[in-house]
């Protein structure tokens, strides 16, 4: 069993780091959304939690026989994402039309 | 040539009816002559198929058939039967009918319902030759009951007078019981040979079938639809209705009461003769003798001039009956005819010197005096010289006596009873049969006599009598020439060698072989052996009966009175029709009466005590039901509510409204489900 060397990890960067920093990526995309009280920092969140995914799309298609596959996909990703980001604002201008506020933690109409 | 005339003959009177009844008022005035024209067309039409079908067809009997209704499988077919019987019975029907509808041109002037009386004498005489001419049970049913509410309505055409509605009413009930058995007979045959044909049932009665197998059922059968006859034709115990129909006019009684409607009982039994079974013919025999018996017995003692022809009628009807019983079918039926003759006669007589009565009681504005008791009449010979000769020949022709048509028919019955009794040992029968022969004789003269001859009991009022009008007179002149013997048979002391003899021979039984009655044979030589002696002692009787009428009530030989008073009870209960209508008044009357008090008390307590009770009963149990529903159904459907609401405020816990919150929840539930499913 050869020995573990951090050293020579860092070095030679391959699949498992790019997982890694996607990881690290969605997990602060996803403090984000559900911590932050603005809904646009939600927003924001939601594009970091795109984004990792995009990461890891790009890196399987690199590290794998799928090609140009995972490419595609994070374009997909990419003009959804933007799609994506002009509705939500629209529905946050309205939010703030509706109750003068971005502040989640006010919008609770649908409270049980 | 025998479907038309038929149909003619049926249908023209019904036609007499309908313009009477549609058209009363404007017609009223020729409404007589309309009816009677009618009628007399039957007439003729009758007397030229009868001369048509003795000489051209004098052995067969013709039928034509058409289908009526159909039902299923089940077709009932209107059909029209004509043999020697059906035919000299529409010349008997419709000669009286057309002679008493001139009768009542007279009789019936100037009353109320003029029209309306021609028109019901036009029912009638269609409803009883319809019975003549069909040639099914069925269809002879319907016109029954079409009799008997003709008769209904005639009898109680002076409905204003109580006693008029109350006898049509007893006419109507009593024949009613007796058509009920009637309807019973008809559908046993209809069950089991599934026709009503009179032909098709004895093909299969001679085929050997027989009513659910059993000899039995062929007797009852017989005797069910016997009942019929028995009410119809006045027969004990249901003759109690004909007295009482005597409140109808004189010249209905004369048509319905004497030729036609009685006869109609007589012409059953004389149509299903030949399923009759011996048993059964005794039966009807003795219930003929009985009636004749009984009502001869009341005659003697009747002070009304209609109620003594009324229960001689019945008397002589038993006669009738009593003759098809033993077999002497020829003579029983040829007594029908020549009685239908001179009874009717009686009747018109009766009816001719209660109108020249009325008259004059109209006159002498006497209102108490009643016009048909023959103690107010007496010495009306001279004043009647055409009713008194007339009403002779009627009362010799009833009697017995020779050279009268009566004689003819009378003598063949007692000589067919008394053959019978000496095959097979009835001897009462023949015995009954001279008895009522002799009575007859006596109560006939008597009312001659107290009528006619002999003082009157108030001159004043009998000098008033006239002699009736000719078209009154003239039917009389007409039966009584029908009564005398040379229209039946050229020989006067036998009517066997005769055309009528020729023409009705009685028809083979066509009943199983040990059931039957004596054969046609066997029963002639019986028959002819004791003929000459019963035929003397026939004429003895009668000679005696009227010697002892003329001691008792011309010469005043004996006291009437005092015979009476020697009898005592004996009177008594002749003089109260041997308390018949008092004894079904008790017994049937009282008894539904007393049925319905029973009933009424059942009603009272048991069954309102039920359904109160049941009340009760239901309301208990819908306490009981309402208090589970109440609490414990209620209380289901509360609590499935109260446990739903729980549920939803638990679960509503989880809706704070807040997304980030959702979002917890879907990761978190996401990460479970991970770990589970890795």
């Not at chain 2, 008022?25 to 030229?48: H, M």
């Not at chain 2, 006859?229 to 409140?247: I, N, R, T």
Request: proline share 3%.
């Amino acid at each position: 069993m050869t020995e573990f060397s951090l050293i020579q990890w860092l070095a030679e960067p391959g699949l498992n780091h790019f997982l890694i920093v996607s990881a690290i990526l969605f997990s602060l995309g996803l403090m984000a959304v559900l911590s932050k009280r603005n809904v646009i920092m939600v927003l924001m969140g939601v594009e970091l939690i795109l984004n990792s995914a995009n990461i890891n799309f790009i890196a399987f298609s690199r590290f794998t026989e799928l090609q140009l596959d995972g490419h595609m996909i994070g374009l997909f990703v990419i003009i959804i994402a933007a799609a994506e980001a002009a509705v939500a604002l629209a529905i946050v201008l309205n939010i703030f039309n509706r109750f003068n506020t971005v502040n989640l933690d006010d919008i609770s109409s649908l409270k049980g | 040539m025998f479907i038309q005339i038929p149909l003619l003959i049926l249908l023209l009177p019904l036609l007499g009816f309908l313009l009477l009844i549609f058209f009363g008022k404007p017609l009223s005035r020729y409404s007589d002559w309309l009816a009677s024209g009618l009628i007399s067309i039957s007439l003729l039409l009758s007397v030229i198929l009868l001369v048509f079908k003795l000489s051209v067809h004098p052995d067969e009997s013709v039928t034509t058939t058409f289908d009526w209704v159909t039902v299923g499988t089940q077709t009932i077919s209107f059909g029209i039967m004509i043999d020697n019987l059906a035919a000299i019975m529409l010349v008997v029907v419709t000669l009286v009918s057309s002679l008493v509808h001139f009768f009542s041109i007279g009789y019936m002037k100037g009353d109320v319902r003029y029209s309306r009386y021609y028109a019901y004498l036009g029912l009638f005489s269609f409803s009883m030759l319809g019975i003549v001419i069909t040639n099914n049970l069925l269809l002879m049913y319907i016109f029954w009951e079409l009799v008997g509410i003709s008769s209904y309505l005639l009898i109680g055409h002076w409905y204003e007078k109580k006693s008029a509605s109350n006898a049509a009413s007893k006419a109507f009930i009593v024949n009613r019981i007796g058509d009920f058995g009637m309807f019973i007979g008809i559908m046993i045959l209809f069950v089991n040979f599934s026709t009503f044909a009179f032909e098709s049932i004895f093909e299969s009665i001679a085929a050997g079938q027989l009513p659910f197998g059993t000899a039995g059922w062929l007797t009852a059968a017989g005797l069910l639809i016997f009942c019929g006859a028995v009410g119809k034709s006045a027969q004990f115990p249901l003759h109690v209705w004909l007295p009482d129909a005597m409140e109808g006019p004189t010249p209905v009684s004369a048509l319905i009461h004497a030729a036609t409607m009685v006869a109609a009982g007589v012409y059953l039994v004389a149509r299903i003769f030949p399923m009759l079974t011996a048993d059964a013919l005794l039966i009807i025999a003795y219930i003929g003798a009985i009636t004749a018996l009984i009502a001869a017995s009341i005659a003697i003692t009747q002070y009304d001039i209609k109620k003594v022809l009324a229960y001689s009628t019945i008397s002589q009807l038993g006669y009738m009956i009593m003759a098809l019983g033993v077999g002497a079918y020829t003579a029983g039926f040829m007594h029908l005819v020549t009685h239908a003759a001179f009874k009717a006669g009686l009747f018109l007589g009766a009816g001719s010197v209660i109108y020249a009565m009325h008259n004059v009681l109209h006159k002498q504005h006497d209102h108490h005096t009643d016009a048909q008791d023959i103690r107010n009449m007496g010495g009306l010979k001279s004043k009647m010289p055409i009713t008194y000769a007339t009403f002779l020949i009627f009362t010799l022709a009833i009697s017995g006596i020779p050279l009268t048509s009566g004689f003819l028919s009378k003598d063949e019955i007692l000589a067919g009873a008394f053959g019978f009794s000496t095959l097979n040992g009835h001897w009462i029968l023949p015995l009954i049969g001279f008895l009522v022969a002799g009575l007859t004789a006596f109560y006939m003269f008597r009312l001659l006599i107290l009528t006619f001859h002999g003082e009157p009991s108030d001159k004043s009022r009998i000098e008033g009598i006239k002699e009736s009008p000719l078209v009154m007179t003239i039917p009389l002149m007409i039966l009584a020439a029908l009564s005398l013997f040379f229209f039946y048979s050229f020989n006067p002391f036998g009517a066997s060698s005769g055309w009528f003899y020729a023409a009705i021979e009685r028809p083979a039984s066509i009943v199983p072989e040990l059931l039957q009655p004596a054969s046609n044979s066997l029963f002639h030589g019986a028959v002819s052996s004791i003929h000459t002696f019963a035929m003397i002692l026939s004429i003895l009787i009668a000679a005696g009966g009227v010697l002892i009428a003329f001691a008792i009530y011309q010469w005043k030989k004996v006291s009437a009175d005092q015979l009476a008073e020697k009898a005592g009870f004996l009177y008594r209960g002749s003089q109260n029709n041997w308390y018949f209508d008092e004894v079904y008044d008790k017994v049937f009357t009282g008894g539904i009466l007393f049925l319905t008090k029973v009933l009424r008390w059942f009603d009272e307590n048991i069954i309102d005590g039920a359904v109160n009770g049941i009340a009760v009963l239901a309301n208990g149990v819908s306490r009981i039901s309402g208090w589970v529903d109440h609490n414990i159904v209620d209380g289901l459907v509360n609590g499935t509510a109260a446990t739903a609401d729980r549920a939803g405020g638990l679960l509503a816990k989880f809706q704070t409204g807040k997304v980030q919150t959702y979002l917890v929840f879907i990761i978190f539930s996401f990460l479970v489900l991970f770990i589970l499913i890795l």
